[in-house]
């Protein structure tokens, strides 16, 4: 955990502080991501848990990403007095507990940890209110907020509700101006909250089926998908040379 104060930065359902411990963490441990990679192929999110070494990010892909990832920190860097929890996603035990002690200090988190359900999700920031609720805050790097960015959301919210977190509500904030890739003047951006509490609440149910689709899926074998034009949609896919030649 690393406090991080101004110079180094630039109603949902439940009423507790702190999130439950699990008493063991799933083998295979589904994300936000991979929620929504399951909405988008099936097929994708069977080979990113399991194949791997068959996909290839094309060096376009890639610079969307690296982009994106500059933007999640431009937004950190604008936040004051912040709380990063250990980024890296293979100590999840210990990020579950940082983001546990953390939520105590009533300071903004970046990358706060939760498990719900075999879900695990990393919440961009998670920023304190009044009466002792929290606003989850998800940032995107695009000019409108997108169905998948709502069902990403959902995600969190969904797993931040079951560890009895009290949210007043949530947004995705979204540049003013979207970083392209390569773009030098990356740390001009300013920001705009977009509210998507309601949108969110509405998918709480549906997000449950999603995850035991996915888990699902993930039990079986590789699932058959043709290829089409969701291949390349909102992004090219790391396994559409593999899926191509099968």
């Known amino acids: 955990m690393r406090l991080l104060d101004s110079a180094q930065q630039h109603r949902f359902p439940g009423n507790q502080h702190g ?27 069977w080979l990113q848990v399991y194949r791997r070494d068959v996909g290839v990010i094309d ?45 105590s200090l009533r300071r903004p988190l970046f990358e706060s940890a939760f498990l719900h359900q075999g879900v695990v999700v990393r919440v961009d920031i998670l920023q304190p209110e009044k009466n002792g609720t929290w606003r989850l805050v998800e940032v995107k790097n695009a000019s409108a907020a997108r169905p998948y960015h709502i069902h990403d959301v959902a ?27 390569g773009a030098r003047d990356w740390r001009r951006r300013t920001f705009v909250d977009i509210d998507v509490t309601d949108e969110a609440i509405g998918l709480h149910a549906s997000t449950k089926s999603i995850a035991t689709a996915a888990r699902h899926t993930l039990e079986g074998s590789e ?9 390349d949609r909102p992004f090219r896919c790391e396994f559409l040379e593999y899926c191509s030649k099968r």
């Open 155 to 181: 995600a969190q919210t969904w797993v931040l509700t079951g560890c009895d977190v009290n949210l007043s509500g949530a947004s995705i904030r979204l540049p003013t101006q979207v970083m392209r890739p």
């Open 59 to 103: 060096p376009r892909t890639r610079q969307v990403f690296e982009a994106g990832h500059r933007i999640g920190e431009l937004a950190r860097l604008q936040v004051a007095k912040g709380v990063l929890i250990d980024p890296d996603p293979r100590n999840l035990v210990a990020a579950l507990a940082e983001t546990r002690s953390a939520l």
């Open 19 to 45: 999130q439950k411990q699990p008493a063991d963490l799933p083998a295979v441990r589904l994300s936000k991501s991979k929620l929504t990679t399951y909405l988008h192929c099936a097929k994708r999110l």
């Open 223 to 231: 699932p058959h998908r043709e290829t089409g034009a969701h291949c």
